[in-house]
């Protein structure tokens, strides 16, 4: 043993270096160890109905419909979450949410989020009306559903069709996911027209205030393309569009029933701090890189290579002086 120390001693610098040299090979192949530990778990549900077509938002200075907003809010949202961050998407309309996909992983897959993200449009409703209490009870089943708790960023614009009252009007007092649910508000306060496509997405014209009262704000059934045939009706003059905006009083009071949050979706830094600053929602065995460790003992392994000859000439300084 004393003969292992001393030749040890003698040849510090290169078990050093073979040491450094081991650490650096099994940083190079990725070392993961499983890990249970709380992490952010966000479920991005769009609103897709008829009104979030309005185009009352900008996105770099240029107009942007209310969906393509939420799109980029959306994208900016998973592009501001660090790694081992869940994100599922689901899309929402007339009375029902649909999930799109099962919470992943960002940076594993952040072009399958993105992708899926940008390919959000109103043709993937099978209903262009909207009733946001039956949208709360749908979004509670789809926690049931997903078995994993998560925070829901519901982006809509609140505006209903047709209008909330005592008969169309769920009570959501006892919806138990409130505390995990933020409404996230999109679009202007000011009315705006509301553009109204064919099957083709062709833009044709604006909604009008008959056509709306007729089908409740657009619940037309799109998957039959004879409602195009040939074209959907639309206002016949400025004064006839239906208007649309961001109802914020109805959004606070749907959030203030089921002890859920409002927040304006805006793009500013602000809106993501405010997003990533929530509590992680869930629990999940994740695997976790422990490359940064071997990387670091490599290096000090290579540093320690020229202590003692740092140390000697530091001696040898302090002597001649």
Not at 155 to 182: H, M, Q, W, Y
Request: net charge negative.
């Amino acid at each position: 043993m004393k003969h292992f120390f001393r030749l040890l001693k003698e040849n510090y610098e290169t078990a050093f270096l073979v040491c450094a040299m081991i650490f650096l090979v099994l940083a190079l192949v990725k070392p993961e160890i499983q890990l249970k530990q709380e992490v952010h778990n966000y479920l991005l549900l769009a609103d897709i109905s008829q009104s979030m077509n309005a185009e009352d938002t900008k996105i770099d200075n240029k107009p942007a419909t209310r969906l393509a907003y939420t799109q980029h809010l959306m994208k900016q949202v998973v592009k501001t979450s660090p790694c081992g961050t869940y994100v599922s998407v689901g899309v929402f309309a007339a009375e029902n949410v649909a999930l799109l996909f099962m919470p992943l992983e960002v940076c594993a897959n952040f072009d399958i989020i993105t992708d899926s993200i940008n390919h959000l449009e109103w043709r993937m409703a099978w209903s262009g009306n909207s009733r946001m209490t039956f949208g709360v009870k749908a979004a509670e089943a789809t926690f049931d559903y997903l078995n994993i708790p998560a925070q829901m960023l519901f982006f809509t614009d609140g505006d209903e069709a047709p209008k909330a009252n005592g008969i169309n009007k769920l009570d959501i007092s006892d919806v138990r996911i409130g505390k995990n649910v933020i409404f996230v508000g999109v679009g202007g306060s000011e009315p705006a027209p509301i553009k109204r496509f064919n099957a083709n997405n062709k833009f044709i014209g604006y909604w009008g205030t008959d056509a709306a009262a007729e089908s409740a704000g657009g619940g037309v059934n799109y998957n039959d393309a004879s409602k195009d045939d040939p074209d959907p009706p639309v206002a016949y003059a400025e004064f006839d569009r239906y208007l649309s905006s961001q109802d914020v009083d109805h959004l606070k009071a749907l959030a203030s029933d089921i002890k859920g949050q409002y927040i304006e979706g805006v793009d500013q830094p602000a809106f993501y701090d405010f997003v990533q600053s929530q509590t992680p929602a869930a629990k999940f065995v994740t695997a976790y890189s422990v490359k940064w460790l071997f990387l670091t003992l490599a290096g000090l392994l290579i540093i320690a290579t020229y202590l003692p000859d740092l140390v000697k000439s530091r001696l040898g300084w302090q002597k001649t002086v």
